[in-house]
C-alpha cells in the first residue's frame, strides 16, 4: 500500500462518512480507529453524541433530506480538501435517506478521490423498497411473509379477507416511519388495518402477515460482501425499545449458520455489494427464519461484531481503495462463522425499561447484562459521546426549569442590571449614546435565523415604518435546525418558521421579506455564498441603514452573518450604494451606517453609540416575537437592552445598537476576526441575574474591544 492512494499526510488512511444520528456512525468511526484511521464526519446536527467522539473530525453540513444540491456541494468540497494531494478515502453512509443521494452522485465523488465502501446495480431507492426485497427473498430461496401491497384504498376494501395480526409497514422505511411514529403498525383486526391505512397516505405501504415471536427471536446476518467474496456475522436481539416493533436495546452475538448463506445469495440477488444487513424474525409456529428486512448500510449496533472479531467496517474500507481486504471467502463456498461471543447494550433505554419494570413490580434481568463487549456510546478511550447520550434525556427539563427560573427571577433582574449597568458603562468613559432613529430612509435588517429580527430591533423596525420608512428583512437560514414546541412536525420546520417570520414582520408593518435559503448553522461554510446573496440585495434596495448581529456573538450563524456583510461591503466599497456620490435622479445619498445589535450576547454599555427608545412601538416588538409560536424558549427582552441611557426613564424598554460607518465596520470585523473576538468568552447568560457577572467577568476583554470601537470610528 503506498501513502497516495488512501493516507494522509501521516501515513493514515482515510475515510468519509455520512451519517451520525444514532451509534451506526460512531462503530464505524471506532472500528476505523482501532484500525488506525481518522476519518471525517459529515452530519446536519452537532449535537449528536457521536460528535463529541475524539476519533474523528466531524462538521456540520446540510441537510440532504431537504437540501441535496446544497449537501452535496459541501460534501465535493470535503472530499477535495481530504484528498487535495490526489489521493483517495473510502466513503460510507451510516443514513437510509442519504444513500440515494450519494450513490446518485458517485462519479463526481471519485472525481475528488471518495470511494463509496458499498455498491448498487440498482437504484437504492428501488431496493430499499420491501415489496422488490420480497420478491428477491423468493429468487434467493430465503423465506419470507405473506405480503400484500397495492392502493390503501384497495387494501383497505379487501380488510375483511385478511387473516390477523397483521403489520401495516411504510415500503422504505425512512419514507414513512415518521408519518406512522412508528416502524410498522400492529392491526388485530379489519377496522384496525383500515384505521392504519388511513395514515399510510402520501407514501406507499404494504400489508404483511405478523410472525409470532418475542424479541428475542429477531436475528440478523450481518454481511459484507465485494469483489466475490464475504464475510459474515450473526446474532439477535434480546430486547427492543419499544417492545415488539422498534430498535435493539440489548444484543448478543450468536451464531446462526441457516441464514448466511441466503442472506449473502439475497444481497446478491438485490445487486448490492458492501456492508448489510439482514434481519429475520424465528417464526414461532414453525420454526422458519422469515425475512424482516434488509438494510444497506452498517445497522445500529455493528459495533458488536468489530467487538467480536468480525472486521465488516475495515473489509468494506479496504475494498473500497482496492486493497486486499479481509473476506477471503468466495461466495460460491462455505462460509464458517468465526466469531466470539458477547453482548451489546444501549444504557439509557435499557436502565430506563427495567427502571419501570422495577415500579410495576418486575424482576429485573440483570444476568443479561453480563458479557457485555459493546455500548452502544461508550467506550474507555472515548467516552465523550456516552456523556453526551446520557445528559440527553435531562435537557428539556433542565430548559423548562430555566424558563421558570426566567419568569421569577425578571423583575428583580430588571432592578440589579439598572444600578449594575451604569456602573460598568462608566468605568469604559465613552460618550452618551445619541438617542432616536437613525436618519435614513431605507433599512435593510440581517436576521441569522427567523426571531433575530425581532430581538435584534423589532421596536426600532416598527417605529421606521410608521415613520414611513422602506424596511426589507433577510433572513439568511430557515431556522429549521432549531428546538421547536412539542407537536411542531420537524420535518417542517423551515416551513413553519417562515411563515411565522411573516407574520412577525406583519406584526412590525414590515411585507418585505426575502429568504436566502442557508441551511441552519451552515452560515460559517456558506459564508462566500451569503457575501454573495448580500451583494445583491445591498445592490438593489441601495440601503441607507443595515442592521446586523455584532460580530462578538456566542454563536456562528450570527458572526459569520456579520463577516459576510463585511465581505460584501468590501466587494462594494467603490460603488455608490456604499459612498453615496449619487443616486436615483442623480441627487446625494446618505452613505450606508451599519447599525450592530445584540441578539444572544450581551452587549458592553460602554460599546453602545445609538439607544432607540421603543415606546408605543415596544406592544409591536411582542406581538413579532409571539408570531414565532413554535420556538421551545422563552424569548423576552434581554436585561442589557434596558434604556439606562436615558436619565428620564431608567427602565423604560428600548433598543440598543453600536452605529459605524461601512469603512469603519469593515475594520472592526478584520481586527476582530484577526484577534480571535469573534469567538468571545463572554456567555450569554441563561438568567438575565448573571448578565452584570458575565459582563464583570469578561471586563478585560470587554475594554479590548472598546478600544478597537474607539480606534475604527476615530473617536
Excluded at 444600578?419 to 437613525?438: I, S
Excluded at 426575502?514 to 441552519?520: A, M, P, R, W, Y
Excluded at 442592521?547 to 462594494?572: G, I, K, M, N, W
Excluded at 470587554?702 to 474607539?710: D, G, M, S, T
Aim: net charge neutral; glycine share 10%.
Amino acid at each position: 500500500m503506498t501513502e497516495s492512494r488512501g493516507t494522509d499526510e501521516a501515513g493514515r488512511e482515510r475515510s468519509l462518512i455520512v451519517g451520525m444520528s444514532g451509534s451506526t456512525g460512531l462503530a464505524i468511526v471506532r472500528a476505523l480507529g482501532a484500525a488506525g484511521v481518522r476519518p471525517l464526519v459529515l452530519h446536519d446536527d452537532d449535537a449528536t453524541p457521536g460528535f463529541a467522539t475524539r476519533l474523528a473530525t466531524c462538521r456540520r453540513c446540510p441537510d440532504w433530506r431537504t437540501n441535496a444540491d446544497e449537501f452535496l456541494d459541501f460534501l465535493l468540497a470535503a472530499g477535495r480538501e481530504l484528498n487535495e494531494d490526489g489521493g483517495k478515502a473510502s466513503l460510507f453512509v451510516a443514513d437510509d435517506s442519504a444513500l440515494d443521494v450519494v450513490w446518485g452522485a458517485r462519479g463526481p465523488l471519485r472525481d475528488v478521490g471518495l470511494l463509496p465502501a458499498f455498491s448498487f446495480v440498482h437504484p437504492p431507492a428501488e431496493v430499499l423498497d420491501k415489496r422488490e426485497q420480497a420478491r428477491a427473498a423468493l429468487g434467493a430461496g430465503v423465506d419470507a411473509p405473506w405480503t400484500e401491497h397495492g392502493d390503501a384504498g384497495e387494501l383497505a376494501a379487501r380488510a375483511g379477507d385478511f387473516t390477523y395480526p397483521l403489520l401495516v409497514k411504510p415500503a422504505i422505511s425512512h419514507d414513512g416511519v415518521k408519518a406512522l411514529g412508528a416502524k410498522a403498525l400492529s392491526c388485530a383486526d379489519a377496522g384496525e388495518l383500515r384505521a392504519a391505512l388511513e395514515r399510510t397516505k402520501g407514501f406507499a405501504a404494504l400489508v404483511q402477515d405478523f410472525v409470532p415471536g418475542a424479541d428475542d427471536q429477531l436475528f440478523t446476518a450481518g454481511v459484507f460482501r465485494g469483489g466475490g467474496r464475504a464475510l459474515v456475522f450473526t446474532g439477535r436481539k434480546l430486547k427492543q425499545h419499544p417492545p415488539t416493533l422498534g430498535i435493539s436495546r440489548l444484543s448478543e452475538a450468536l451464531e446462526v449458520p441457516e441464514i448466511v448463506a441466503g442472506s449473502v445469495r439475497l444481497c446478491r440477488e438485490l445487486g448490492y455489494e458492501g456492508v448489510a444487513q439482514v434481519e429475520y424474525k424465528r417464526d414461532a409456529r414453525d420454526g422458519v427464519y422469515r425475512l424482516m428486512e434488509v438494510n444497506f448500510r452498517p445497522w445500529t449496533w455493528i459495533g458488536l461484531a468489530t467487538a467480536c472479531g468480525v472486521p465488516l467496517i475495515t473489509a468494506a474500507h479496504q475494498w473500497a481503495l482496492g486493497q486486499e481486504h479481509e473476506a477471503t471467502v468466495a461466495e460460491g463456498e462455505e462460509i464458517a462463522l468465526r466469531q466470539s461471543g458477547g453482548r451489546w447494550i444501549w444504557i439509557v433505554p435499557e436502565a430506563i425499561h427495567t427502571l419501570r419494570g422495577l415500579s410495576r413490580g418486575e424482576r429485573p434481568q440483570l444476568s443479561q447484562w453480563r458479557h457485555l463487549k459493546a455500548e452502544a456510546f461508550y467506550a474507555r478511550r472515548d467516552p465523550a459521546p456516552f456523556r453526551r447520550a446520557v445528559a440527553a434525556p435531562f435537557d428539556r427539563r433542565l430548559t423548562a426549569a430555566k424558563r421558570l427560573a426566567n419568569r421569577v427571577a425578571r423583575p428583580p433582574a430588571f432592578a440589579i442590571n439598572a444600578l449594575a449597568l451604569p456602573a460598568l458603562a462608566r468605568r469604559e468613559r465613552r460618550e452618551p449614546p445619541v438617542m432616536g432613529l437613525p436618519p435614513g430612509d431605507r433599512a435593510l435588517v440581517l436576521a441569522p435565523h427567523p426571531d433575530d429580527e425581532s430581538i435584534m430591533c423589532g421596536a426600532t423596525l416598527a417605529a421606521s415604518r410608521r415613520r414611513g420608512d422602506t424596511v426589507r428583512i433577510v433572513a439568511v437560514t430557515s431556522g429549521a435546525a432549531t428546538n421547536v414546541r412539542e407537536g411542531s412536525a420537524a420535518a417542517d420546520v423551515a416551513g413553519v418558521r417562515e411563515v411565522e417570520l411573516r407574520r412577525a414582520a406583519a406584526e412590525l408593518g414590515v411585507s418585505d421579506v426575502v429568504f436566502l435559503g442557508i441551511s441552519d448553522r451552515g452560515v460559517p461554510d456558506a459564508r462566500a455564498r451569503v457575501a454573495e446573496l448580500l451583494v445583491e440585495q445591498l445592490a438593489e434596495l441601495a440601503p441607507t441603514d443595515v442592521y446586523v448581529p455584532f460580530p462578538y456573538d456566542v454563536h456562528p450563524d450570527h458572526v459569520a452573518t456579520s463577516l459576510a456583510l463585511a465581505d460584501a461591503l468590501e466587494a462594494l466599497v467603490r460603488m455608490v450604494v456604499i459612498h453615496g456620490a449619487g443616486g436615483n435622479g442623480g441627487g446625494a445619498r446618505p452613505a450606508l451606517t451599519v447599525h450592530c445589535g445584540f441578539v444572544q450576547t450581551p452587549a458592553s454599555p460602554g460599546w453602545l453609540t445609538r439607544v432607540v427608545p421603543a415606546g408605543g412601538d415596544w406592544p409591536a416588538r411582542r406581538r413579532a416575537l409571539a408570531a414565532h409560536a413554535s420556538r421551545n424558549r422563552a424569548i423576552f427582552i434581554k436585561p442589557q437592552q434596558l434604556a439606562w441611557f436615558n436619565p428620564g426613564s431608567t427602565l423604560r424598554p428600548s433598543e440598543a445598537f453600536v452605529d459605524l460607518p461601512a469603512e469603519a465596520y469593515l475594520a472592526l470585523c478584520r481586527k476582530l476576526a484577526a484577534e480571535g473576538f469573534t469567538r468571545p468568552s463572554l456567555r450569554s447568560p441563561w438568567h438575565p441575574l448573571l448578565t452584570s457577572y458575565e459582563l464583570e467577568r469578561t471586563r478585560i476583554e470587554r475594554i479590548h474591544i472598546a478600544a478597537i470601537l474607539k480606534d475604527v470610528s476615530g473617536d
